[in-house]
């Protein structure tokens, strides 16, 4: 079984789209469909290897998220690439702090997806 | 439920009631007659969003025209329609995209692949699009120096539909030629007068579609 990758978006659209370019290169997906769901997720799910995470959604953005997990001692750290329509440097830049480790514009390229995991979570 | 609460609720249902009952042809022109774009931040606005619009539908594998507003008349039928919200410092508003199923369906991201889409499915990309449109505006607006945040898109399914404007804000109606069928995009925008447009900043300065950074 390959490993695991968490996918959390609001939009059911773009979850099946990550998980159709990660499950074809050997990825095991879980789903989170919103910033809450994903703090919980990654608090219980184990052995998570990489994070996808949008950043406008209900209930918790995706920075508040890594922000929330940030100051959690006890919470697992797991590499962060936000992916959202968002570009403006002073929010890349918050990720970056919050501790995210990539930042994609939708519409994403699956390739260059595949290949940014690859980096930051190893082989599947 | 707190008194705030039930008067929200209160408001949110005799608008759902009201938008029940309305059942008359989107007019873009008698709504662009009224709000007509009053200056040149306003006409540079409209402009941004109209390129954002056909380099979305462009990104989505779909030839598009823009048509002219007074000759556009959306189908009976059913339409979807998905709306979102935006505010900043000196322009607030919220961006309202509506089409006929097969708009979405012909635009959907996974449409050349063997896996069916689902009427839930096509409903989430009808926000999803909204949503991205908007963040192409919204990084057009960044490189010229003024920044909103985008709130979460809503959708609806409804058989007719009817867009009006009451709230004295500026409104941009656009309707595309998406191969044969129409979508209608538009933009309901409030800028204080003192809002003004920076010269275009050089790409680089914000992330732009399909770009990765790694940081």
């Given at each position: 079984m390959g490993k695991k990758v968490i996918v959390i978006d609001d939009s059911k659209t773009i979850r099946e789209m990550v998980r159709f370019a990660l499950e074809r290169a050997g990825y095991c997906i879980v789903e989170a469909i919103d910033g809450q769901d994903g703090l919980d997720k990654l608090k219980?799910?184990?052995?998570?290897?990489m994070a996808i995470v949008d950043v406008?959604?209900?209930?918790?953005?995706g920075i508040e998220m890594l922000e929330a997990l940030k100051k959690d001692a006890i919470a697992p750290k797991v590499p962060a690439i936000m992916l959202t329509t968002e570009g403006a440097a002073a929010l890349i830049q918050r990720a970056k702090d919050a501790g995210a480790r990539g930042w994609m514009v939708k519409p994403f390229k699956p390739d260059l997806l595949v290949a940014a995991v690859g980096k930051l979570a190893g082989a599947p | 439920m707190t008194p705030a609460a039930d008067g929200f609720w209160q408001t949110l249902d005799e608008g759902i009631r009201s938008m029940a009952r309305a059942r008359i042809d989107i007019a873009p022109t008698d709504v662009c007659e009224k709000h007509?774009?009053?200056n040149e931040v306003t006409s540079s606005l409209f402009a941004m969003l109209g390129e954002s619009a056909l380099d979305m539908l462009q990104s989505c594998g779909v030839s598009a025209a823009r048509r002219v507003a007074d000759e556009a008349k959306i189908a009976d039928g059913t339409c979807l329609a998905s709306f979102i919200g935006f505010t900043g410092a000196r322009l607030r508003g919220c961006l309202t995209v509506v089409g006929p199923r097969a708009v979405f369906l012909r635009t959907?991201?996974?449409?050349?692949?063997?896996t069916p889409i689902s009427e839930a499915d096509i409903a989430d990309w009808c926000c999803e699009f909204a949503n991205q449109l908007l963040g192409r505006f919204k990084n057009k607006l960044l490189r010229r120096l003024v920044d909103i945040d985008l709130s979460t898109p809503r959708g609806i399914h409804a058989d007719r539909l009817r867009l009006e404007s009451n709230s004295g804000a500026m409104v941009f109606v656009a309707v595309y030629d998406v191969e044969g069928r129409e979508l209608l995009i538009s933009l309901d925008v409030t800028a204080d007068e003192g809002l003004t447009l920076g010269d275009?900043?050089?790409?680089?300065?914000t992330a732009d579609e399909g770009d990765l950074l790694l940081l």
């Open positions: 219980t799910v184990p052995d998570l290897a406008n959604m209900p209930n918790m953005s | 007509p774009p009053s959907h991201p996974s449409r050349d692949m063997e275009c900043a050089p790409e680089g300065d």
